[in-house]
């Protein structure tokens, strides 16, 4: 069994910055595949915002948000954060962690929420403009 729990997510102005940050524990961590964050907007459907491979720690990004948001492991505190950069509108949503202990062979697999089978229970972020 794998707890992820986020936090981090407020109240911002368009152009700020924020980091969440998401925990993740249990036996099986170590040997998850990836951990991927994702977002949901009321009404829409949960969407792909980034990844990070935990072995090899390659990142990568959905085009809305490449060049603004960058993941990365936080080794001291043993978690992984997703530093947000220039806020817009557009990126309020909830925003998930999740981790994949499941071996695809196609990476794209990782791009999908259904790619990952733990799930934080999400932390929200609201750009006003």
């Known amino acids: 069994q794998v707890r992820v729990v986020e936090s981090g997510g407020g109240l911002v102005q368009a152009g700020d910055s924020l980091r969440l940050s998401c925990a993740a524990s249990?036996?099986?961590?170590?040997?998850?595949?990836?951990l991927g964050w994702f977002r949901q907007a009321p009404g829409k459907e949960r969407e792909f915002v980034a990844a990070?491979?935990?072995?090899?720690?390659?990142?990568n990004y959905a085009d809305s948000v490449k060049a603004r948001f960058t993941v990365s492991r936080d080794n001291a505190k043993n978690t992984y954060s997703l530093l947000m950069n220039n806020l817009k509108p557009e990126d309020t949503a909830r925003y998930y962690c999740?981790?994949?202990?499941?071996?695809?062979?196609?990476?794209?697999?990782?791009?999908?929420?259904?790619?990952?089978?733990?799930w934080g229970q999400g932390t929200q972020v609201t750009v006003s403009s």
């Open positions: 999740a981790v994949s202990t499941l071996t695809y062979k196609i990476p794209n697999y990782y791009y999908a929420a259904r790619g990952y089978d733990y």
């Open positions: 249990g036996r099986t961590v170590s040997s998850s595949q990836a």
């Open positions: 990070i491979w935990l072995s090899a720690g390659s990142t």
